[in-house]
């Protein structure tokens, strides 16, 4: 069981990267596109607790830094990704999360992982990107992920829910 | 964490007044005993050190190593395996893509195309206000032209995917290869101007970075006077995304809506000369840096990047039609 959920999580993340590399530019407003990985580490982490999440937002990141066109110093999505399953799955606490909940530990995660990645950026000094295009690029993403969420979240906390070994065994 | 906090507490208190009628407690109990987390949730610290620390390793692999980094080999087989995943999802989204300009332009589409067979010349002009089919054809017309007048042979190709802006780095895919003949560090162009240089391929596709990139840097020259400068992106896709021109002669000032073409190099590496870029914009002048510095909007438009070209050497042999020098296909 676990390893049929270890795969179907990646191959939900593989789909979510596609989505959001391919597709999701033709809506992309000045090239920001809603982070689909990241909501899918969200989802994983309100169901399956924060130790899933982090190892899933890690395999996650490493997809983002590597598949093309990424160009950026490999490990900075990963972090960022890590971080977001250990703050998303911090706040899952033996409860189904309300809407409300979902939606506030989205916009938590979704502002904390770009956040640290565009941080990441600055002490590596990968890109060389001013301060209010950085703020910009947050705010927007922040919004495209709450907007997203409903499109989303339900359906990738229904898949990993489903995927829970103890209720297949009761 | 007082964020977390707080957050958590709300939930905490509907859990306790929806516990005695939910089933699923018992469940969540022993799910988290056989995940090895304590009473609060909390993943092990063993683990969080370990991916934390994985990051940390991969990322100074990958800074310290440069071009030759340990993280290549690994980009080029997630490109083996996700180029064409994006290329076969780019081709079926494309149609749906078109539709709103399709119909916007039904009536006139219909009207023209007894007029397109006959006159598909000088149809070719009006081409760009027309509907999606034609304005791909005009895409391929001006590539065939680009190549007539720049004397290299170019494989077209079409971008397949874009980096997110959250990425902070202006790359796309594009779905040629190395079986079209793409190298490294070759010049991709589309109709209007230089867009960008190759930085790595698979066998299928290759991944460009923009020149609106804020690490890309573009040798340019003034085309009215040929003094030579040199290009930088400001790492901004949209309305601002325009490029800084810092001209090697402090004393020459350019003048606005002048053109800046590639200034290129000896082997025609990672730019080939004479591209048209963009034209001057403003001029500022810096006291402190002594240096006058010019802000270039560039020819394409970056937001709509679909059909381009990769300059190849002539003669090279390619999975796909090339656009020859002389504006043949072959």
Redesign the interface.
């Known amino acids: 069981m676990s390893a049929l959920r270890a795969f179907v999580a990646m191959v939900a993340v ?1 789909l979510a ?7 999701f ?2 809506f ?1 407003w ?4 809603p ?1 689909l990985c990241l909501l899918v580490v969200v989802g994983a982490a309100l169901t ?5 999440a ?2 899933l937002g ?1 395999a996650a ?19 960022a990704l ?1 971080v977001v399953g ?2 998303a ?10 809407a409300t ?1 979902v939606v ?2 989205v916009a ?1 995660s979704s502002f904390v992982g ?1 956040s640290l ?2 941080l ?2 600055v002490i ?1 000094r ?5 301060f209010t ?2 703020l910009q ?1 947050i705010v927007v ?1 922040v919004l495209w992920d709450i907007l997203l969420t409903p499109f989303v979240l339900p359906v990738v906390m229904t898949m990993f829910r489903r995927l ?4 297949a065994a ?1 | 964490m007082p ?2 906090d707080r ?2 507490t ?3 208190r ?2 306790r007044e ?1 516990r005695p009628g939910r089933v ?2 018992g ?6 005993v ?4 304590d009473e ?5 610290t063993s ?2 050190v370990a ?2 620390l ?6 100074a ?3 310290h190593g440069g071009t030759g ?1 340990p ?1 290549e080999p ?2 080029r087989a ?2 083996e ?3 064409p ?2 290329v076969g ?2 081709a079926v ?1 494309r149609p749906f ?1 078109a539709v709103p300009d399709w119909f916007q332009t039904h009536d006139s589409m219909r009207s023209d195309i007894d007029h397109l067979e006959a006159e598909n010349a000088r149809l070719l002009q009006q081409v760009h206000t027309a509907g999606y089919d034609r304005n791909k054809l005009a895409e391929y017309e001006g590539l065939t032209a680009a190549a007539d007048s720049l004397g290299y042979a170019l494989v077209p190709a079409r971008v ?14 594009i779905d040629a290869g190395s079986k079209a003949g793409l190298q490294p560090d070759m010049t991709v162009v589309n109709n209007d101007g230089l867009v960008g240089r190759v ?1 790595r391929v ?1 066998r299928t ?1 290759a ?3 923009l020149i609106l ?3 890309s840097v573009v040798g340019a020259r003034i085309g009215n006077d040929m003094k030579v400068g040199f290009l930088r992106g ?6 601002d995304g325009r490029l800084d021109l810092e001209l090697v002669d402090q004393s020459v000032v350019p003048a606005r809506d002048d053109v800046v073409v590639t200034w290129g190099s000896d082997s025609g590496a990672p730019y080939v000369s004479g591209i048209p870029i963009g034209r001057v914009t403003s001029v500022f002048s810096s006291l402190r840096e002594t240096s006058q510095r010019a802000v270039i909007q560039p020819y394409v438009d970056f ?1 709509a990047l679909d059909v381009v070209g990769v300059v190849v050497p002539s003669g090279t042999t390619s999975d796909r039609a090339v656009i020859e020098a002389d504006g043949s296909l072959r």
């Open positions: 593989a990267l596609v989505l959001q590399v391919s597709v530019p033709h992309a000045d090239g920001i596109v982070n399956r607790g924060a130790q899933f982090m190892v890690f990141g490493l997809l983002l830094d590597l598949a093309p066109p990424a160009d950026h110093v490999a490990g900075r999505w990963a972090l890590v250990y703050v799955g911090r706040v899952r606490q033996d409860v189904t999360p309300t909940g506030a530990t938590a770009t990645f565009a990441s950026g590596l990968d890109p060389t990107i001013a295009e950085l690029v993403a829970e070994p103890d209720r009761v | 964020l977390l957050m958590r709300p939930l905490a509907l859990d929806q699923r407690g469940r969540e109990r022993r799910w988290r056989s995940s090895h987390t609060r949730g909390r993943p092990p683990l969080v991916l934390v994985a990051c940390a390793a991969l990322m692999l990958d800074y980094s993280v690994a980009r997630m490109g395996v996700f180029g995943v994006e999802t780019t989204i893509v397949v995917g874009l980096g997110p802006s959250q990425s902070f780095s202006r790359t796309v895919t930085l698979t596709t991944t460009v970075l990139d804020a690490d400001r790492g901004v896709l949209g309305r937001g």
